[in-house]
């Protein structure tokens, strides 16, 4: 048997990188600030009071109910608390779970790159192959034509939308490209909406699961480290038709099995009673968005344009810096005290495109100004 190849990701690479140096991190994506302080209340309450044992495999109760009502009041989606939901450690295991009960040895996935980096490893682990879809920047869309290219052999899609690094938003006509191509070819339909909250205040996230011809084919994953700005807790979910939830859970039972309860009592409190929270949220992570891409413009930076997660992305070719994204990201945070992510990492393969940054935004004013002052020095030097 050959071995899977395990190296460091590039988001603790550059997160060592940015320790080391004293540099501003904005490579890897968490925001400065921590959630609403009731949720954090209620989970030190949970911690003193209790319960301190292994909650229900597929989830409490309560963060099962509560995520059936949250989904039927701010998507239109009907999932039931005792049949549709596994709670899972953090989106990562509601992927793995998946990616694990679904895909069979030899099986074909569609993986739309720039992709979220554990998708691929956890895709070969299943036994499957990778079939990649290239998108390019600056638009970074998604088209039939490219869907069907490579969905002769494909068995499951992996759809990020908002998308990490992007922060685009699929349109209607992406959503339609999908659907037609999942039925098809019959796919099942792996929908990575961990950033479905973190997105314009007015632009309303459309889950691929609310397409009611894609009934019964689409796992729909969520993350409370993103919705409430808590990535270090790791409560995420699996969302789907029974049947295949059944398949997902009894993946996930034998993966983590649960996570703590005192957690899962503080998200449910959250998705209950802080719906108004996410508002401030959002419009507070707009502002930081701006200010970064306002600052990075003035400074000479080509900001592509981004409209949901905590992520921009700039491009070099197209700021007059003849570097590739990983040697201007080392040169960044070696000798100018700020940390990115080069987006080729978001490829496998030769080729990717290499002249786009991705940068994190949902940090402090001061923070984020002092990382603008310094990019504006760097691109001084480089350009
Ligand atoms: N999917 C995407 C697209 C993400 O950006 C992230 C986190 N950055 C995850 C999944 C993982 O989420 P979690 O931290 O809840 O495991």
């Given at each position: 048997m050959t071995a899977i190849a395990v190296?460091?990701?590039?988001f603790e690479y550059m997160s060592a990188k940015a320790?080391?140096?004293g540099a501003i991190n904005l490579g890897q994506g968490f925001p400065d600030s921590c959630g609403p302080p009731s949720v954090r209340q209620a989970a030190a309450k949970a911690v003193l009071d209790g319960p301190h044992h292994y909650p229900r495999m597929r989830g409490t109760d309560s963060l099962r109910a509560a995520l059936a009502g949250f989904y039927a009041d701010t998507q239109r989606l009907h999932y039931d608390s005792a049949t549709d939901i596994v709670v899972t450690s953090g989106a990562t295991e509601a992927l793995a779970s998946a990616i694990l009960a679904l895909v069979e040895p030899g099986d074909g996935v569609i993986v739309i790159e720039p992709a979220y980096d554990a998708y691929g490893p956890l895709v070969r682990r299943?036994?499957?192959k990778v079939l990649p879809?290239?998108?390019?920047?600056?638009h970074w869309r998604l088209t039939g034509d490219a869907l069907e290219?490579?969905?002769?052999?494909?068995r499951v899609i992996l759809v990020n939308d908002p998308?990490?690094?992007?922060g685009r938003m699929?349109?209607?006509d992406e959503r339609a490209a999908l659907r037609d191509v999942a039925l098809a070819h019959d796919l099942i339909v792996i929908a990575d909406e961990v950033w479905e909250e973190v997105r314009p205040d007015q632009r309303l996230h459309v889950s691929l699961a609310a397409d009611p011809a894609l009934d019964g084919r689409v796992v729909k994953i969520g993350s409370a480290g993103k919705i409430f700005e808590l990535t270090g807790w790791k409560i995420g979910w699996a969302m789907a038709a029974a049947p295949l939830a059944a398949r997902v859970a009894a993946t996930h039972q034998y993966l983590t099995f649960t996570s703590s309860p005192a957690l899962q009592q503080a998200i449910a409190h959250g998705l209950d009673t802080e719906r108004l929270w996410l508002?401030?949220?959002r419009k507070q992570v707009e502002a930081g968005r701006t200010r970064l891409a306002q600052g990075l413009s003035e400074a000479g930076y080509a900001v592509l344009p981004s409209a949901a997660t905590w992520f921009l992305c700039v491009d070099l070719a197209a700021s007059g810096i003849p570097l590739s994204d990983r040697q201007f990201c080392d040169t960044i945070v070696e000798r100018f005290g700020v940390a990115g992510i080069p987006v080729s990492a978001f490829y496998e393969g030769e080729g990717a495109p290499a002249n786009v940054v991705r940068f994190c935004h949902a940090k402090a004013e001061p923070t984020v100004d002092a990382a603008i002052n310094r990019l504006a020095t760097a691109r001084k030097a480089m350009a």
């Open positions: 190296t460091t990701t590039i320790a080391a140096s299943a036994g499957g879809l290239r998108l390019h920047p600056p290219a490579v969905a002769g052999n494909a998308a990490n690094p992007t699929l349109d209607a508002g401030t949220m």
